[in-house]
Nanobody, 130 residues
């Protein structure tokens, strides 16, 4: 399964960006999808995740209320709309796919754990200037 993230760029604080992640997965709708980010010198951290049908979404506290994750299974694409961007949002953003076979999405908070994800995109850089 290949993931291709796009949409990164430079923006001023307070601005918006929209990231997209397309996949080659034949059964895209069977994957939970996540967004993670990694700032220079820091560990990769969870940003957002969305369930197979898009019914459930989860966010880190740092982006809750500002970012929105969505997906279009027909287009095999997951999106991350980022609003009210801050300089601390500067990072390389990665999309990831989780072949989650559990009946309850994100049970035990697994969707927050990068180790649960099976496939990763190459990352797209978001730079927010203050």
């Amino acid at each position: 399964v290949q993931l291709q993230a796009s949409g990164g760029g430079s923006v001023q604080a307070g601005g918006s960006l929209s990231l997209s992640c397309t996949t080659s997965a034949r059964t895209f709708s069977s994957y939970g999808m996540g967004w993670f980010r990694q700032a220079p010198g820091k560990e990769r951290e969870f940003v957002a995740a969305i369930s197979w049908t898009g019914s459930f979404a989860y966010y880190s506290d740092s982006v809750k209320g500002r970012f929105a994750v969505s997906r279009d299974n027909a287009k095999k694409t997951v999106y991350l709309q980022m609003n009210s961007l801050k300089s601390e949002d500067t990072a390389v953003y990665y999309c990831a796919a989780d072949r989650d076979l559990t009946p309850i999405y994100c049970e035990g908070n697994r969707c927050y754990d990068l180790n649960e994800y099976d496939y990763w995109g190459q990352g797209t850089l978001v730079t927010v200037s203050s």
